[in-house]
């Protein structure tokens, strides 16, 4: 099953804006949605970004998401410390017929 | 409150069977599909299965197909995976999750259990 592709890790010191890229194909990104999940050590998955740049309710407007053909970015304006987290994109996969995760992306807070 | 409840998790040893339950409440049920995620220890996530809110559909990531079964009772407010010809390689911890566009399986997960774990060993 193939994955989205992203960097392994990113970082910034606080108050600065971190972006994470996310590659896919025509299949899952170009066709569809893409959705960001943040995931805190220890805990599930947390909804961060939705129908590609959508907020959930208690989102931080801090986060935004925009994807271009077949790529997504997540987009982290003014990092701060409980931002440190591991950060995957999603998007379902029409050939495949599968929801697709990329392969995350640990951000540090310097 | 809406609430996922994942269980059924443990050891077993590679080649035998689990079933994972995952408890649903707060809202209807019987209106969503829903899907299940694994991490293995100090990995990302994989999906794994996707069923119909009606359950008569059904998806499966090719590393698990036809050895998982993804199931639901509507009348419990229950989904299951059962899980046959278990490998090392199936060592995960399982979510179970709510796609927050009810009967639409391709919109984001919204909701997520706190996951159970499963771990093939001999």
């Known amino acids: 099953q193939s994955e989205l592709t992203q960097p392994p890790s990113a970082s910034g010191t606080p108050g600065q804006r971190v972006t994470i890229f996310c590659s896919g194909s025509?299949?899952?990104?170009?066709?569809?949605?893409v959705n960001w999940y943040q995931q805190l050590p220890g805990t599930a998955p947390k909804l961060l970004i939705f129908?590609?740049?959508q907020r959930p309710s208690g989102v931080p407007d801090r986060f935004s998401g925009s994807k271009s053909g077949t790529s997504a970015s997540l987009a982290i304006s003014g990092l701060q410390s409980e931002d440190e987290a591991d950060y995957y994109c999603a998007a379902w996969d029409d050939s495949l017929d599968a929801s697709v995760f990329g392969t995350g992306t640990k951000v540090t807070v310097l | 409150q809406v609430h996922l409840v994942e269980s059924g998790g443990g050891v077993v040893q590679p080649g035998r069977s689990l079933r994972l339950s995952c408890a649903a409440s707060?809202?209807?049920?019987?209106?969503?599909?829903m899907h299940w995620v694994r991490q293995a220890p100090g990995k990302g996530l994989e999906w794994v299965a996707v069923?119909?809110?009606?359950?008569?559909?059904?998806y499966y990531a090719d590393s698990v197909k036809g050895r998982f079964t993804i199931s639901r009772d509507n009348s419990k407010n229950t989904l299951y995976l059962q899980m046959e010809g278990l490998r090392a390689e199936d060592t995960a911890m399982y979510y179970c999750a709510r796609p927050y566009g009810g009967n639409s399986i391709t919109s984001a997960f919204d909701i997520w259990g706190q996951g159970t774990m499963v771990t093939v060993s001999s």
């Open positions: 069923i119909w809110y009606h359950g008569s559909n059904k």
């Open positions: 707060g809202f209807i049920f019987s209106s969503y599909g």
């Open positions: 025509t299949s899952n990104i170009r066709a569809n949605s």
């Open positions: 129908s590609t740049n």
